[in-house]
């Protein structure tokens, strides 16, 4: 097989000689939605219908066999993709120079069946000089955008869990968010988890079903799944009859109101009348959630 390029098009006219006097955070792109809106939108206009037939190929770089379903992030005149279960590659922007690349070792440390689920990170967050990566068994890496290296590491659910990460982490307001899938597996309890950004340190974590571990949500939102789950969520013996609500890739970030919006994925199982024989709402599953931003708090 031919090995996989990422081919990048720009504008090679010599009519758009004009200088932006936009700022540097409307020339770049910092994530999967671009700001935490999730918009992906950008302003820049020196692309438009009259002009775009012009667009021409400016540089490639080959890519190892493997998957490679993300899109770049752009920023500081770099540009940052994620290929395999992990690896993180910069490029310089204007000439695709490779600039560094860090193998945060997923698919060795992924064992078994956990290596089949996904499809490994979708995408990548940049702010304030750090890029973010979470890898598909769990870990949540913030690297230097100057060079690739490593300043923390945290993992966000133990190894070996049938939990994997395969969507795009947040960052944005000084914290990177991370939510994972693996409810089309198993009855697990779904969450998203915040870090702050510049330590690593875990500053709090909602759960999206009822359990017996505490969450950020606070009482009501406890009381609310509990009322929803009429029959309870556990069996005689302990272990989970019902749950999932993973959150594999929907975040989004409000600054004015101060709130984080999630989008809650399916139960475990599909069939509520095995998950939940006596009914109820089964609350968080399949809803937008919004929570404080700094507490996590419903």
Not at 115 to 138: I, M, N, S
Not at 152 to 163: I, N
């Amino acid at each position: 097989m031919r090995p996989l390029l990422i081919l990048l098009a720009v504008l090679l006219l010599g009519a758009c000689d004009r200088v932006s006097t936009r700022d540097n955070a409307a020339d770049e792109w910092h994530g999967f939605g671009n700001d935490g809106a999730e918009l992906h939108y950008s302003p820049l206009d020196e692309i438009d219908v009259g002009n775009v037939s012009g667009l021409k190929l400016a540089w490639f770089a080959d890519l190892p066999q493997g998957n490679s379903a993300t899109g770049p992030v752009m920023a500081e005149g770099k540009v940052f993709i994620t290929t395999g279960h992990g690896h993180v590659r910069a490029f310089d922007a204007a000439t695709g120079k490779p600039l560094w690349d860090h193998d945060s070792l997923a698919r060795e440390a992924s064992k078994g069946v956990q290596l089949q689920l996904g499809w490994g990170p979708k995408g990548l967050a940049y702010e304030q000089g750090r890029v973010f990566l979470g890898t598909h068994d769990g870990r949540l890496i913030a690297l230097t955008a100057s060079d690739g290296t490593k300043l923390w590491e945290q993992r966000d659910y133990p190894a070996g869990d049938m939990r994997y990460t395969d969507g795009p982490v947040r960052a944005f307001g000084g914290k990177v968010l991370i939510g994972h899938g693996g409810a089309d597996y198993t009855p697990l309890r779904g969450y998203v988890t915040a870090y702050d950004a510049a330590s690593g340190k875990r500053l709090w974590r909602f759960h999206t079903v009822p359990g017996d571990e505490p969450s950020a949500g606070g009482d009501k939102a406890a009381e609310l799944m509990q009322r929803s789950w009429p029959g309870g969520w556990t069996n005689p013996d302990g272990s989970r009859r019902g749950g999932g609500g993973t959150v594999w890739n929907a975040l989004s970030h409000d600054p004015e109101l101060g709130l984080i919006y999630i989008g809650v994925g399916n139960g475990f199982p599909y069939n509520q009348t095995v998950r939940s024989p006596e009914g109820g709402d089964n609350l968080f599953l399949s809803s937008i959630v919004a929570v404080k931003e700094d507490t996590g708090e419903y």
